[in-house]
Each structure stands twice: as structure tokens, then as C-alpha cells.
């Protein structure tokens, strides 16, 4: 929390973005929770996993993209360096976790080939689309509100104990998930202290507000449409 505004009573650019976030981004969690009772959970956690990873693997490429629309426009606008150095940042945290994926679901029986050449939702396509739009034609700003919605409800460990039960899949299909359950929650944390060390406007907290909503809502949707053909044939 930022020290300054804990000490004027004032409410932290962090504290401000999280509160918009609970007004305008239920829908996903409303989506997951209708998603885990589901009774044919056990035949769509396959394609929850390929969906999982399809998602991982436009996530570097979208923020190294954002670091360097940041870094090209740092000379003429402050808050470019600080995104700059928190993009550069996360880049490194985030680094091959699709490829972990990709092992975790060959692991599973999946082949990555196979998984490679599945075709994405087109609401995957439109939750991450998005960003490149909005980092490259509007401001790099607007990727802090995906990464605020994409880190921002980390799985449990129960959760993710229940999926591997009922799944029937080894173990190993669960790695890359697991530890993003256990550190997704550091990464909210940091985004939060990064937030509240940034010159940030009314204006920017509306625009991270917009691509927050609009990741949930679209979040929402690719949970909702996942069925049991979003995955390859099995090979065991």
C-alpha cells in the first residue's frame, strides 16, 4: 500500500483500481465458480489445460510488446519508464511458462504437436488481441488492467487437488497450474506496490479499469465455451 496515502487517509492508485475491479470484473469469477460445479467437470479439465496454455503463450509476447511501445515513448512521458521497468520485470518471471505447459500436457498424454495445432477460442483471440491494440495504437498503461484480472484469483490448492482427482490425470498435468497458484498471489502483490509508485491520472486508472473489465468479460466467455473437444486425441 502506498505509504503516503496510508498516512492521508487517501486511497492508494492500487487500492482504487481493485475497487472498480469488484464492481466491474464478477463476471469471471462467477464463470469459474459455475465452471467448477459443472457435472462433467472431468471431461473438460483436459481442454481447461490447452486453454490454460493457448492464454500463457500470448502473455510474454504481449508485454515484452508493451515494454518496448513504454520504452520508445519514456522520454516524453514518466510513466512509460515505470512501465518500462515493470514490464522488463514480469517479461522475466513469466519467461517459458507455456513451455512448461506444453511439457505438463505431454506429460498428460497430449502431444504438444497436437496441442500447437489446436485453433484458439476466438475469445482467446479477443481478450488478448485487445492489448496489442490498445498497447501499440492507445498507450502501454492498458496491459497492467489484463495482468491485474489474470493474476488477480491465483487456484487454490484444493482446486487444484480436486481437478487432478477427478481428472484421473497424472500429476504432472497439474505442474505448470499449481505453481502458478503459488505464485500468482506474489505477483499481485508487486503489481499492487507497482502501481502505487506510479504517476498515475484519473485518466490511467479509467483506461486499466477498461482493459480489466473487458478481460474479465471475455475471461468469462472462454470459460463458459470450454467443452470437452477443446483438447487433442489422448496418446497413452
Excluded at 185 to 214: W, Y
Aim: charged residues 20%.
Amino acid at each position: 500500500m502506498n505509504v503516503v496515502a496510508a498516512k492521508t487517509g487517501q486511497m492508494s492508485n492500487s487500492q482504487i483500481i481493485r475497487a472498480k475491479m469488484q464492481l466491474t470484473c464478477h463476471a469471471a469469477n462467477e464463470a469459474f465458480a459455475q465452471f467448477w460445479a459443472r457435472p462433467d467437470l472431468a471431461e473438460l479439465i483436459p481442454g481447461f489445460l490447452v486453454t490454460l496454455q493457448q492464454v500463457m503463450r500470448a502473455t510474454v509476447p504481449l508485454m515484452e510488446a508493451a515494454r518496448d511501445e513504454a520504452a520508445q515513448m519514456a522520454t516524453k512521458d514518466p510513466l512509460c519508464r515505470h512501465l518500462r521497468d515493470y514490464y522488463g520485470k514480469h517479461v522475466g518471471e513469466e519467461l517459458d511458462h507455456d513451455l512448461w505447459a506444453l511439457e505438463d500436457l505431454d506429460e498428460a498424454g497430449y502431444a504438444r504437436n497436437d496441442v500447437l495445432d489446436m485453433l484458439p477460442l476466438g475469445d482467446v483471440a479477443s481478450m488478448m488481441g485487445a492489448q496489442y491494440y490498445w498497447i501499440h495504437h492507445f498507450h502501454p498503461v492498458m496491459m497492467l488492467g489484463c495482468i491485474a484480472v489474470l493474476e488477480g484469483g491465483p487456484p487454490s490448492e484444493a482446486l487444484i487437488d480436486k481437478l487432478e482427482r477427478e481428472s484421473n490425470l497424472p500429476s504432472a498435468a497439474f505442474r505448470t497450474y499449481r505453481f502458478h497458484g503459488s505464485v500468482d498471489p506474489h505477483h499481485r502483490d508487486d503489481l499492487d506496490n507497482a502501481l502505487d509508485q506510479m504517476p498515475l491520472t484519473r485518466r490511467h486508472i479509467g483506461l486499466i479499469g477498461i482493459s480489466a473489465t473487458h478481460t474479465a468479460n471475455t475471461l468469462a466467455d472462454i470459460v463458459s465455451r470450454i467443452s470437452s473437444t477443446d483438447a487433442p486425441p489422448r496418446h497413452v
